[in-house]
């Protein structure tokens, strides 16, 4: 779907089967990200329950490829959180839920990148620099769309020596092309389209087709830590 389309934005706000947010897993989530009496985030405008979120999902769930299994019912919100892990695609499937418990129309965007954060093992499983079905989600807020990508956290952007990606809800959170040393880090090379709940099938499959190596069996990635890697 384009980001210039007319959309339904109450319908960009339902709970589907991966955006599972009225589970209590997903709930407890919102609840310690936007503390306070009565409903989460009581008396803060969207903006800034969007903000807090960014942080929570950013730092409060371990970014990492490794291990990760590929099976439909692991790329629920709730199950997301539960394990405190996962990649980009796991940790966007989580904003977009947490974002859209507390009112905030979301779709979650797909891309390729070159020069995706990675340690020189993975290059090697991934089959270079590219790297295929790259996620960030898509908030509105304030009557427009803002792209957000609560993905890398800060302790593995320290040891990989880039800035952690911030997010003030009014401007786009694209990662920064440079890292801290001024070397490129990041650049978009398509962009795969926005999608109203996480297109299973269209994105593991395709993330099998283009990096067969990282996948150890049919639904689980290789073993390992890039954290471990880093060090």
Same mark, same amino acid.
Do not use: Q
């Given at each position: 779907?384009?980001?210039?389309?007319?959309?339904? +934005?109450?319908?960009?706000?339902?709970?589907?089967?991966?955006?599972?947010?009225?589970?209590?897993?997903?709930? $407890?989530?919102?609840?310690?990200?936007? &503390?306070?009496?009565?409903?989460?985030?009581?008396? +803060?405008?969207?903006?800034?329950?969007?903000?807090?979120?960014?942080?929570?999902?950013?730092?409060?769930?371990? !970014?990492?490829? !490794?291990?990760?299994?590929?099976?439909?019912?692991?790329?629920?919100? *709730?199950?997301?959180?539960?394990?405190?892990?996962?990649?980009?695609? %796991?940790?966007?499937?989580?904003?977009?839920?947490?974002?859209?418990?507390?009112?905030? &129309?979301?779709?979650?965007?797909?891309?390729?990148?070159?020069?995706?954060? *990675?340690?020189?093992?993975?290059?090697?499983?991934?089959?270079?620099?590219? /790297?295929? @079905?790259? *996620?960030?989600?898509?908030?509105?807020? #304030?009557?427009?769309?803002?792209?957000?990508?609560?993905? @890398?956290?800060?302790?593995?952007?320290?040891?990989?020596?880039?800035?952690?990606?911030?997010?003030?809800?009014?401007?786009?959170?694209?990662?920064?092309?440079?890292?801290?040393?001024?070397?490129?880090?990041?650049? /978009?090379?398509?962009?795969?389209?926005?999608?109203?709940?996480?297109?299973?099938?269209?994105?593991? #499959?395709?993330?099998?087709?283009? %990096?067969?190596?990282?996948?150890?069996? #049919?639904? $689980?990635?290789?073993?390992?830590?890039?954290?471990?890697?880093?060090?």
């Amino acid at each position: 779907m384009s980001s210039h389309e007319t959309v339904d +934005l109450k319908a960009l706000t339902a709970e589907t089967e991966f955006l599972d947010y009225n589970s209590d897993t997903v709930r $407890e989530f919102v609840a310690k990200a936007l &503390p306070g009496e009565g409903e989460a985030g009581e008396g +803060l405008s969207d903006t800034e329950k969007a903000v807090r979120l960014y942080y929570a999902v950013r730092d409060g769930i371990n !970014y990492e490829v !490794y291990g990760s299994r590929m099976t439909r019912g692991e790329f629920t919100a *709730s199950a997301i959180i539960k394990h405190k892990r996962g990649f980009c695609v %796991h940790k966007s499937i989580v904003y977009a839920a947490a974002v859209r418990a507390v009112g905030v &129309p979301s779709r979650i965007v797909y891309g390729d990148v070159r020069n995706h954060l *990675s340690s020189e093992r993975l290059r090697e499983l991934v089959g270079g620099d590219v /790297f295929c @079905f790259h *996620s960030l989600t898509s908030v509105h807020l #304030d009557g427009r769309w803002v792209k957000a990508t609560p993905v @890398f956290n800060k302790l593995l952007c320290k040891l990989y020596k880039i800035a952690p990606l911030e997010f003030d809800g009014t401007t786009d959170s694209l990662y920064h092309p440079y890292d801290e040393n001024g070397r490129r880090h990041m650049e /978009f090379l398509r962009m795969r389209g926005e999608f109203d709940d996480f297109p299973y099938e269209t994105v593991v #499959d395709g993330i099998r087709a283009a %990096h067969p190596k990282l996948f150890r069996s #049919d639904d $689980e990635l290789a073993e390992g830590s890039l954290t471990g890697e880093a060090s």
